[in-house]
């Protein structure tokens, strides 16, 4: 990559400046509370506000939260965000409670160096998320308006052909920020030459969302293990029943070919927990994985799985881990995920794991984070990259 980074803006200057940092602050709201499930996210952009902000600069962040839909929603609303973002400062963090009307705009300009600012949801607008350029265009030349110079640490919307992050780019001096640099050189190595062996686990709920890294990486790995929802179309493709379990009835024979031109490395469930009801409190047990109930539906892993997983993961030099092996948000169904997520950390690989999901699994099981060589921010951005698409906010960089 030809890319100019954080350290190069520090080092031209920044006392007085005003920086526009992009970052990922769509973090997990409790829905009935509204306080914040899980701040990874926001703990991930700290090292580059905090240089920023120790180095002078008068800093302005702006993220999306949820899926609102181009006006403005209250439980979409970065305000829970800016409170912990402050905290975790221990500065204050003075919020704009629009993106680009008067609150953003007085904000901004009472800034003093060395503050910081968060606006408010940039999805509460149109045409961050427009398909139409110009639509999209118009609403980068005000983001635009705020900063002298723009910093993209939002890895997991790299992937995103957005105003904030393709758009803006082009309308100042852009560089990326510390955690988008790290995000990038990690991956880097995954699909340069990674140490072998080379053990990717798959997890989460379709195929069809995983289709296109199966596809690219299997020729890369000497091992692919599935579980998760998605490994019940490729029981089935096997001519197994799965009973109620998820099933995407038109990939089974994608799954199929996929099983048959693996040439042995793709390793699936030899044993399931089938519960009565997707329900945290449903009666279940473990049942072998060609023989799950016709009532029944899979919802974890089981343990000889786990067992078996574990083996294939014990002398691995680099692991990849993108989706959860089961329902982990219940604990019934939690083990198989917690199992498999300890021996990544124990097999002693440099290990990834991919965003999403698997990161959120990481934190609420309680596993320690220092155990895994990385913890990406972006589950679809990094898919996306291992699958060697051109991510729009990289390209916007690379210009």
């Known amino acids: 990559m030809s890319i100019r980074t954080l350290d190069d803006l520090l080092a031209e200057g920044v006392p007085g400046r005003r920086v526009l940092v992009r970052a990922d602050l769509n973090v997990p709201l409790d829905k009935q509370s509204g306080s914040i499930a899980d701040d990874g996210r926001i703990r991930a952009v700290l090292p580059t506000l905090g240089a920023l902000t120790e180095a002078g600069a008068k800093v302005v962040v702006c993220s999306h939260l949820g899926r609102p839909k181009g006006a403005p929603d209250p439980q ?13 400062l221990g500065t204050a963090v003075h919020f704009a409670t629009d993106t680009i009307g008067d609150s953003a705009q007085a904000t901004v300009a009472a800034l003093a160096d060395g503050e910081v600012a968060l606006l408010e949801n940039l999805r509460f607008n ?4 427009s398909k139409d350029d110009a639509e999209r265009g118009s609403f980068a030349d005000q983001l635009a308006a705020f900063g002298d110079a723009y910093v993209d640490d939002a890895f997991g919307a790299v992937h995103r052909k957005h105003a904030s992050v393709h758009d803006v780019p082009a309308r100042l ?3 990326a920020g510390r955690l988008v640099l790290r995000e990038v ?22 195929v069809s969302d995983k289709l296109a890294v199966i596809e690219a990486l299997l020729p890369k790995v000497d091992r692919l293990l599935i579980g998760g929802g998605m490994c019940f179309t490729f029981l089935k493709a096997q001519g197994h029943e799965v009973g109620s379990s998820l099933l995407e009835a038109e990939m089974v024979e994608t799954c199929r070919n996929l099983l048959e031109r693996s040439e042995g490395k793709i390793m699936l469930p030899v044993d399931v927990v089938a519960a009565d009801a997707f329900a945290p409190d449903a009666a279940h047990d473990t049942v072998p994985a060609e023989g799950i109930p016709s009532k029944r539906v899979g919802l974890d892993v089981g343990p000889k799985t786990v067992a078996g997983f574990a083996a294939a993961l014990k002398d691995a030099r680099t692991t990849f881990w993108n989706g959860p092996m089961g329902v982990f948000e219940m604990p ?9 997520a300890e021996a990544i950390a124990a097999s002693g690989a440099f290990s990834v794991v991919g965003g999403g999901d698997s990161a959120a699994a990481v934190r609420a099981l309680g596993l320690d984070e220092k155990d ?28």
Do not use: D, M, W
């Open 173 to 175: 001096p852009h560089v």
């Open 185 to 206: 050189e990690v991956l880097s190595q995954l699909t340069g030459a990674p140490e072998r062996p080379y053990v990717v686990v798959l997890g989460g709920s379709k």
């Open 372 to 399: 895994f060589g990385h913890i990406s921010t972006g589950g679809g951005a990094s898919l996306e990259y291992l699958e060697g698409k051109t991510l729009p906010g990289i390209a916007a960089l690379e210009n």
């Open 126 to 129: 149109k045409g961050e998320t």
């Open 332 to 340: 019934a169904f939690a083990h198989g995920t917690r199992g498999v």
């Open 76 to 88: 979409f609303s970065l305000a829970p965000v800016a409170g912990r973002l402050g905290e975790l």
